[in-house]
């Protein structure tokens, strides 16, 4: 007899598309069903999560993927995460009288990379045209779709500082001066001419369909979209998390300059398994880290359920992170030291710090030449060190409904693969640009206002973003793509959720439902930049037991109520060719679909 499971691992040899909303879900099947491939279907998917997801990602945020393409028999990492606009200066921003970067408003806007990301997807990648991939976007934004609760619940938390300080979001969101309620139909028709004006330009371009997706592209970032963004942003002066008015810096030239990039991923070896991450302009090494320290632990003797594997896991994701803190950055910017901080050595010395009890303080290790540079992050983290934890994007200042991020995990019939997190561009980040109908992002939040450190403001670079998707590879095969959003709890709940897998189960579906775990013992990467050293928060799955002995040793434990932790999603193919996708429960959105 199988273990009950909260619904069926979906089983098929055609095609298999989870995402964080089902009607995302069912646009990038009904893509597969079309005849085009994963990459198609990732790109349609993505589009309509802006629509009925738009407090968790939109248009003018942020997106990186990790793809197998059975063409070049690659694995590949999408990077369109925008960079710091020309003006984005440390001496500029603290002129503004601000020490942290706020996380709402024009001061916290870097590039927008989602589109042109997509667009790089579909180019290289996919088969079909623009119109094929934008028009289920375009039909939720036209005609309607039903509002999830949390949306409503977000958008009627800032109903009154939209109608003060925001009119432009105000009016978009709050259309004939009332919030969406749960499940009405909601519509943003003025997207919807945004993208069919996107798709006339680009079926206006004789060539090549990869010629009429540049076009597209080249309608965003050089064309109407660059020049609506910047008319906007020469006179907008608007209210933020500091309680003062900023002007942004972002202007037609950043964008005219910006074009996604692929890149090499950064890997491990697990046992039998190869994980691919986000090199470290993303926090995906902490879960490659995290496994190069667990790898000394007798993991697959373990309860899953038991106190010895969540005090190893949490244990071991400390000390990750607080690598994190210090060398973490964008690698076009300076070296960072990734293969010292994956080596055997390293670890073998770090794993030592894992003792019996939970440990109260941040431990960054110490790598050869590093030295002021972690002197100098320990001195800065010390100076922000506010009690708290905001480990997803927040407008608390205001309200206490949070934003967050999407995931989409998508496998074809002939192998393609795609782990996609999009972000940023939320509704409560940024105020709608008029005529376009989507905001910018915030993402400049993760900067730090200090000089010196690989995560400090510069005009060009990359901030240090909390989006991870995973592709594992086993035997040499590309075999799971899974991903969660979650701001810097995403490779936090992916841990636990892989090693289950990769030890005890085959069952996707099971590994999904187990109950999660995470900490918020180093800072967040969100403003205000806090945390809470010792704690953890735990699902009250775990049971009794398990939670009492955490306590035991000394964890700060908050339990949570039963399905509330993590919106994991997983799509694995076999060596047969047979095709499994799972999706959380939590928050009753996700779903798997295929056949």
Same mark, same amino acid.
């Given at each position: 007899?199988?273990?009950?499971?909260?619904?069926?691992?979906?089983?098929?040899?055609?095609?298999?598309?989870?995402?964080?909303? *089902?009607?995302?879900?069912?646009?990038?099947?009904?893509?597969?069903?079309?005849?085009?491939?994963?990459?198609?279907?990732?790109?349609?998917?993505?589009?309509?999560?802006?629509?009925?997801?738009?407090?968790?990602?939109?248009?003018?945020?942020?997106? $990186?993927?990790?793809?197998?393409?059975?063409?070049?028999?690659?694995?590949?990492?999408?990077?369109?995460?925008?960079?710091?606009?020309?003006?984005?200066?440390?001496?500029?921003?603290?002129?503004?009288?601000? /020490?942290?970067?706020?996380?709402?408003?024009?001061?916290?806007?870097?590039?927008?990379?989602?589109?042109?990301?997509?667009?790089?997807?579909?180019?290289?990648?996919?088969?079909?045209?623009?119109?094929?991939?934008?028009?289920?976007?375009?039909?939720?934004?036209?005609?309607?779709?039903?509002?999830?609760?949390?949306?409503?619940?977000?958008?009627?938390?800032?109903?009154?500082?939209?109608?003060?300080?925001?009119?432009?979001?105000?009016?978009?969101?709050?259309?004939?001066?009332?919030?969406?309620? !749960?499940?009405?139909?909601?519509?943003?028709?003025?997207?919807?001419?945004?993208?069919?004006?996107?798709?006339?330009?680009?079926?206006?371009?004789?060539?090549?369909?990869?010629?009429?997706?540049?076009?597209?592209?080249?309608?965003?970032?050089?064309?109407?979209?660059?020049?609506?963004?910047?008319?906007?942003?020469?006179?907008?002066?608007?209210?933020?998390?500091?309680? +003062?008015?900023?002007?942004?810096?972002?202007?037609?030239?950043?964008?005219?300059?910006?074009?996604?990039?692929?890149?090499?991923?950064?890997?491990?070896?697990?046992?039998?398994?190869?994980?691919?991450?986000?090199?470290? *302009?993303?926090?995906?090494?902490?879960?490659?880290?995290?496994?190069?320290?667990?790898?000394?632990?007798?993991? +697959?003797?373990?309860?899953?359920?038991?106190?010895?594997?969540?005090?190893?896991?949490?244990?071991?994701?400390?000390?990750?992170?607080?690598?994190?803190?210090?060398?973490?950055?964008?690698?076009?910017?300076?070296?960072? $030291?990734?293969?010292?901080?994956?080596?055997?050595?390293?670890?073998?010395?770090?794993?030592?710090?894992?003792?019996?009890?939970?440990?109260?303080?941040?431990?960054?290790?110490?790598?050869?030449?590093?030295?002021?540079?972690?002197?100098?992050?320990?001195?800065?983290?010390?100076?922000?060190?506010?009690?708290?934890?905001?480990?997803?994007?927040?407008?608390?200042?205001?309200?206490?409904? /949070?934003?967050?991020?999407?995931?989409?995990?998508?496998?074809?019939?002939?192998?393609?693969?795609?782990?996609?997190?999009?972000?940023?561009? *939320?509704?409560?980040?940024?105020?709608?640009?008029?005529?376009?109908?989507?905001?910018?992002?915030?993402?400049?939040?993760?900067? *730090?206002?200090?000089?010196?450190?690989?995560?400090?403001?510069?005009?060009?670079?990359?901030?240090?973003?909390?989006?991870? !998707?995973?592709?594992?590879?086993?035997?040499?095969?590309?075999?799971?793509?899974?991903?969660?959003?979650?701001?810097?709890?995403?490779?936090?709940?992916?841990?636990?959720?892989?090693?289950?897998?990769?030890? +005890?189960?085959?069952?996707?579906?099971?590994?999904?439902?187990?109950?999660?775990?995470?900490?918020?013992?180093?800072?967040?990467?969100?403003?205000?930049?806090?945390?809470?050293?010792?704690?953890?928060?735990?699902?009250?799955?775990?049971?009794?037991?398990?939670?009492?002995?955490?306590?035991?040793?000394?964890?700060?434990?908050?339990?949570?109520?039963?399905?509330?932790?993590?919106?994991?999603?997983?799509?694995?193919?076999?060596?047969?060719?047979?095709?499994?996708?799972?999706?959380?429960?939590?928050?009753?959105?996700?779903?798997?679909?295929?056949?």
């Amino acid at each position: 007899m199988t273990d009950f499971t909260t619904r069926p691992e979906i089983l098929g040899t055609f095609g298999v598309v989870t995402s964080t909303h *089902w009607i995302g879900s069912a646009v990038g099947m009904s893509i597969l069903e079309k005849g085009g491939n994963a990459f198609d279907a990732a790109v349609a998917t993505g589009f309509v999560l802006q629509v009925v997801e738009p407090h968790l990602c939109g248009p003018g945020g942020d997106m $990186p993927a990790i793809i197998y393409s059975k063409k070049t028999d690659k694995v590949e990492v999408i990077c369109a995460q925008g960079q710091a606009p020309a003006k984005a200066t440390i001496e500029h921003y603290t002129s503004e009288g601000i /020490k942290l970067i706020p996380g709402d408003g024009l001061l916290a806007t870097v590039i927008p990379g989602a589109f042109d990301g997509w667009m790089l997807m579909l180019q290289n990648y996919g088969t079909m045209s623009v119109r094929e991939v934008l028009e289920p976007a375009i039909y939720y934004a036209e005609h309607g779709h039903p509002v999830l609760p949390r949306v409503s619940a977000t958008i009627k938390g800032l109903a009154d500082f939209f109608a003060k300080e925001w009119p432009t979001s105000h009016e978009t969101w709050l259309p004939g001066g009332s919030a969406p309620e !749960p499940h009405s139909n909601f519509r943003n028709p003025v997207l919807a001419e945004t993208w069919k004006r996107i798709i006339a330009e680009s079926e206006a371009k004789a060539g090549s369909r990869e010629d009429k997706v540049q076009a597209a592209r080249d309608a965003f970032y050089r064309g109407f979209v660059a020049e609506a963004i910047d008319r906007y942003l020469k006179t907008a002066e608007i209210m933020d998390a500091s309680g +003062q008015r900023h002007k942004g810096v972002l202007t037609a030239e950043d964008m005219a300059g910006y074009a996604a990039t692929i890149e090499a991923p950064q890997t491990f070896d697990y046992h039998d398994w190869t994980v691919a991450k986000t090199p470290a *302009w993303g926090q995906g090494p902490v879960l490659l880290q995290s496994l190069a320290l667990l790898k000394g632990f007798d993991l +697959q003797n373990m309860d899953p359920m038991g106190p010895d594997f969540v005090h190893h896991v949490v244990e071991a994701m400390k000390l990750a992170y607080a690598d994190r803190e210090v060398y973490y950055g964008d690698p076009e910017f300076g070296q960072i $030291p990734t293969e010292y901080l994956l080596s055997d050595g390293y670890n073998d010395e770090r794993r030592k710090l894992i003792g019996s009890t939970a440990s109260m303080e941040l431990r960054p290790g110490l790598v050869p030449g590093y030295e002021h540079q972690r002197d100098a992050a320990m001195a800065m983290l010390a100076e922000f060190s506010g009690k708290g934890a905001v480990y997803e994007p927040t407008m608390s200042h205001l309200t206490e409904k /949070k934003g967050d991020t999407v995931h989409i995990d998508v496998i074809d019939r002939w192998g393609n693969m795609v782990s996609t997190t999009p972000s940023g561009g *939320w509704l409560q980040s940024s105020p709608i640009v008029p005529g376009l109908g989507f905001a910018l992002n915030s993402r400049a939040q993760m900067f *730090w206002l200090k000089e010196g450190l690989p995560t400090s403001l510069a005009p060009g670079k990359r901030p240090r973003t909390t989006l991870t !998707p995973s592709l594992a590879l086993y035997q040499g095969r590309p075999t799971l793509a899974f991903g969660t959003p979650g701001g810097d709890q995403q490779d936090q709940w992916q841990l636990p959720f892989f090693l289950r897998y990769a030890h +005890q189960s085959r069952n996707l579906q099971a590994a999904i439902d187990a109950p999660l775990f995470h900490t918020t013992h180093f800072p967040g990467s969100f403003y205000p930049r806090t945390s809470e050293p010792g704690h953890i928060m735990v699902e009250a799955g775990f049971g009794e037991s398990t939670i009492e002995e955490l306590r035991r040793r000394g964890h700060q434990v908050t339990v949570a109520d039963h399905w509330t932790v993590g919106r994991l999603t997983a799509a694995r193919r076999d060596a047969d060719g047979l095709l499994r996708a799972a999706a959380t429960p939590r928050l009753m959105q996700a779903y798997a679909v295929g056949r």
